[in-house]
C-alpha cells in the first residue's frame, strides 16, 4: 500500500512536469511574440524591448523554462540582473518561491494573484460540493427505492430538465430573478470570514454554490439511483434477504456501501476539478476567484497568470485523481494495491 | 465466403436456429441489431426523442434553403418593430410576437427571432456534429492503436490520455482561442465566423477525445483475445485489416452511444464559450450567442430570454435522451 502511494504520488509529480512543459510551450512558443501582449494599449516599441528583457522573453523558450521551473523551487527576480539590484533594488520585482511567473499586466507575482483568488474559488467549491453531495445523493437514492413510482419520476425527470439547460443560463436566472427582481436573497457578494463572519460569507455563497450545486446534484440523482439500483440486484442482497434481515439494514448497510463506493470516486474528481475555479458561475456572479482571473487573462493575453492558473488546475486535478485512488481502497475491502 | 460475413452469421445465432428446430418461427434467428431495433421500439420515450431529434436535423439542413428562397429572414434588421425609447424593446408587448414573428423580434434590432433560432440550430448543430465527428475519430483511432498493440505504444497513449484529461477543459479553450485563431487565420481560413468555428470544433475534438479512447481502449482489450481476431491473425491477416474489418464491427454500438452523446455535451459547450466570448459571433446565429444575447433582456423580454434558452435545452433533453436509449437498446445485457 505504502508501495502503491509512493509510486503514485512520483508518477503524478512527472506528469506535472510535463504538463508544465506542454503548457508553456503551448503558450510560448506558439508564433506570436509573447513580449507584445505585456503592455496592454500602452505597448511602445522600447516598452516591449524592455518587458522582453525583464521577462526572460529574449531567451531561447526552453531556457525560458528552466528558469520557469527555478522559479517555482527557488523563486526568481524581474529582470534578474545583480547590477541593477544595487544600483536600483526599487525595479526589481522579487517573486519568491512557488514563483509561477509575473504578470506585467497585473504588476503582481501570479503566485500573490492566484493565493489571493483561491479562498474564493474553495469556499465556493465546497459549499457547492456540500449541497450537491447532500441533495444528490438522497436525491438518488429516493429515486432507486421507489423505481418506477412518481417520486423516482419527478426526480429523474426533473433532473433531466435541469442537466440540458447551460450552467450560465441558471445562474443569470437565478442572479436576475431571484436576487435582483423578486429580492429572495440578497445580492451575492463574497465576504469573507475575516470580514463579515460566517454568516456573511454563507449568504455571500448561496446562490453562486446554488448553481453550480444544481447542475451536479442533477448528474448525482442519476449517478447513484444507477448505483443503488444496481447493487440492489446483486445476490448478496437476496441473500440478506433470505437470511431474514430487516429492510433497514439490508439497505442501509449492505446495498449502501457498495453504491456510494463508486460515488466517492466520482466526487473525488469533480471536487478536485472544481477547486481550480468554476469559470462560469464566477464570471456570472462576478466573482474574484480563479476562474474569473483565468477569464480575465485569457481574454487580456495575460501569458503567464493562464500559465499559473492551468497548472494550479492541473496539481489539483492530479492529486484528486491520487487522493481517490488511495481512499478507494480505505473504503472499498475488495480493492487491494501492491 | 468472406472472414466478416462467418462473423456476422455467428452473431445472428445461427446456433440457436438449429437447436429450436420445434418451432422455428417463435425462435428465429435474430442478428444484435434487430434485436436492439425491437427493443428501441418498445422504448416509447426513446422513439419520440429519436423523432425530435431527426425533425431537428431535418430542420437544420433545411434552414439553410429557406433562407436563401427567403422563407427565413435572419439579418434584416426592423427598426418599425422596436421602440427606441425603451431602449429597443419590440413595440407591441410579449416580445413583439405576430404572425409574420411567430416567436417575436430580437430587442435592438428588430431581427425575426424564430429565423434566427432555426438557423441558430444549423449552426449550433455543425459545431457540434464536426466536432463529434473529430472526437470519435481520434479516440476511435488512439484506443484501436493502444489497446491492440499494447505494450509501449499503450503505456505512451495512456499517459497521453491521462495528461490531456488533466487539462482544465473550459479554460484551455478560452485561453488557446487568442492565439490559435490566429494560426488558423494564417492557415488560410477567412478570418473572423469561420476561423472561430473551425477553432471551437478543433479544440474541442483535441480536448475530447480520449474519454472515447479509453472506451475504445477497453473493449479492444477484451475483443482483442477473442476467436475471431486469433483466427484473423493465424490466417495472416494485417494489423489494419484486423482493426477495420475485425474488430471495428464490434465498436459500433459503444460508438453510436457515446456519439449520441457527445452531440448535447458540444452544444452546450459551444453555448458556454459563447458566453465566454469564444465561439462563432453575431449577425451569424448560434444557438450560443443568442442565448447570451437574449440573458441582457432577461428581465425586460422574457419571451426573448426563455426561446433560446429552451431550444438549447429540448436539442440537449432529446439528444441526451435518446443515447440513454440507444445504450440500454444496444446493451446485450439487457433482457432479450
Keep these: 500500500m505504502f508501495a502503491y502511494v509512493v509510486r503514485r504520488i512520483f508518477v503524478g509529480v512527472i506528469m506535472l512536469f510535463v504538463m508544465s512543459l506542454v503548457t508553456y510551450l503551448l503558450f510560448f512558443a506558439a508564433p506570436s511574440d509573447p513580449a507584445r501582449y505585456t503592455c496592454g494599449k500602452n505597448c511602445s516599441p522600447e ?95 429516493i429515486a432507486a427505492l421507489y423505481k418506477g413510482r412518481f417520486a423516482d419520476r419527478a426526480l429523474v425527470g426533473s433532473a433531466l430538465v435541469v442537466y440540458s439547460f447551460p450552467t450560465f443560463f441558471i445562474g443569470l436566472s437565478l442572479y436576475i430573478f431571484v436576487a435582483i427582481k423578486w429580492q429572495l436573497t440578497p445580492i451575492p457578494v463574497y465576504t469573507p470570514i475575516s470580514e463579515g463572519g460566517v454568516g456573511a460569507w454563507l449568504s455571500g455563497l448561496f446562490l453562486p454554490s446554488l448553481t453550480l450545486a444544481l447542475i451536479y446534484i442533477a448528474g448525482y440523482i442519476r449517478l447513484t439511483r444507477a448505483f443503488v439500483l444496481e447493487s440492489m440486484g446483486e445476490d448478496y442482497i437476496r441473500t440478506a434477504r433470505a437470511k431474514g434481515l430487516p429492510q433497514r439494514q439490508i439497505m442501509g448497510k449492505h446495498t449502501m456501501r457498495a453504491a456510494l463506493t463508486p460515488i466517492a470516486t466520482v466526487a473525488g474528481l469533480d471536487l478536485g476539478a472544481l477547486l481550480a475555479g468554476a469559470i462560469i458561475t464566477e464570471t ?40 481517490v485512488d488511495v481512499l478507494y481502497a480505505v473504503i472499498d475491502p475488495r480493492v487491494k494495491y501492491s | 465466403m468472406s472472414e466478416t460475413q462467418r462473423d456476422m452469421e455467428f452473431g445472428s445465432g445461427v446456433a440457436v436456429e438449429t437447436l429450436g428446430s420445434t418451432d422455428e418461427k417463435a425462435i428465429a434467428g435474430r442478428t444484435p441489431w434487430q434485436l436492439a431495433r425491437a427493443r428501441l421500439r418498445r422504448d416509447k420515450i426513446t422513439m419520440v426523442v429519436t423523432g425530435i431529434v431527426i425533425a431537428s436535423i431535418v430542420i437544420a439542413i433545411l434552414a439553410p434553403v429557406l433562407t436563401a428562397l427567403g422563407v427565413l429572414d435572419p439579418e434584416t434588421f426592423h427598426p418599425e418593430l ?43 448543430m455543425t459545431v457540434a456534429l464536426s466536432a ?59 478570418a473572423g465566423n469561420p476561423s472561430n468555428g473551425v477553432y471551437i470544433v478543433l479544440v474541442l475534438g483535441l480536448f475530447g477525445w480520449p474519454t472515447i479512447a479509453r472506451i475504445i481502449r477497453g473493449q479492444v482489450l477484451s475483443l482483442r483475445e477473442r476467436e475471431f481476431v486469433e483466427a484473423a491473425k493465424s490466417l495472416g491477416a494485417s494489423n489494419g485489416r484486423i482493426f477495420f474489418k475485425e474488430l471495428l464491427p464490434n ?35 448560434t444557438l450560443g450567442n443568442l442565448l447570451t444575447y437574449s440573458v441582457n433582456y432577461a428581465a425586460s423580454d422574457v419571451t426573448f430570454f426563455l426561446f433560446p434558452a429552451i431550444t438549447i435545452a429540448t436539442l440537449v433533453l432529446c439528444f441526451n435522451l435518446m443515447g440513454d436509449g440507444l445504450r440500454d437498446a444496444l446493451d446485450p445485457k439487457a433482457d432479450r
Design chain 1, 47 to 141: 516598452l516591449i524591448e524592455q518587458n522582453r528583457k525583464a521577462l526572460g522573453y529574449d531567451k531561447p523558450v526552453l531556457v525560458q523554462y528552466g528558469e520557469f521551473v527555478k522559479g517555482v523551487f527557488v523563486g526568481r527576480e524581474f529582470p534578474d540582473d545583480p547590477e541593477l539590484k544595487k544600483s536600483a533594488p526599487e525595479t526589481i520585482a522579487s517573486c519568491p518561491a512557488p514563483c509561477l511567473g509575473y504578470s506585467p499586466l497585473q504588476s503582481a507575482t501570479v503566485t500573490s494573484l492566484i493565493a489571493e483568488a483561491a479562498p474564493i474559488s474553495i469556499s465556493l467549491a465546497f459549499m457547492a460540493f456540500l449541497m450537491w453531495m447532500v441533495f444528490g445523493i438522497s436525491g438518488g437514492i
Design chain 1, 284 to 323: 456570472v456572479f462576478n466573482y474574484n476567484g480563479l476562474g474569473k482571473l483565468a477569464v480575465q487573462a485569457a481574454t487580456t493575453y495575460d501569458l503567464p497568470t493562464t500559465v499559473g492558473i492551468v497548472l494550479v488546475a492541473a496539481a489539483f486535478i492530479i492529486t484528486a485523481n491520487i487522493i
Design chain 2, 82 to 124: 422596436i421602440d427606441p425609447n425603451t431602449g429597443g424593446l419590440p413595440i407591441d408587448g410579449g416580445g413583439g410576437i405576430s404572425w409574420q414573428h411567430p416567436l417575436g423580434v430580437e430587442p435592438g434590432t428588430g431581427r425575426d427571432v424564430l429565423s434566427r433560432i432555426v438557423l441558430g440550430v444549423t449552426f449550433s
Design chain 2, 132 to 190: 463529434t465527428i473529430i472526437t470519435v475519430v481520434l479516440g476511435t483511432v488512439a484506443g484501436l492503436v493502444a489497446g491492440f498493440l499494447g505494450g509501449r505504444t499503450d503505456f505512451a497513449i495512456s499517459r497521453v490520455i491521462d495528461m490531456v484529461l488533466s487539462f482544465p477543459q473550459t479554460l484551455m479553450l478560452l485561453a488557446l482561442s487568442g492565439m490559435f485563431i490566429d494560426i488558423i487565420t494564417n492557415a488560410g481560413v477567412p
Design chain 2, 251 to 285: 465498436l459500433w454500438a459503444p460508438l453510436l452511444v457515446y456519439g449520441t452523446l457527445l452531440m448535447p455535451a458540444y452544444i452546450s459547450a459551444e453555448a458556454a464559450l459563447s458566453y465566454l466570448g469564444v465561439g462563432i459571433k453575431p449577425p451569424t446565429p
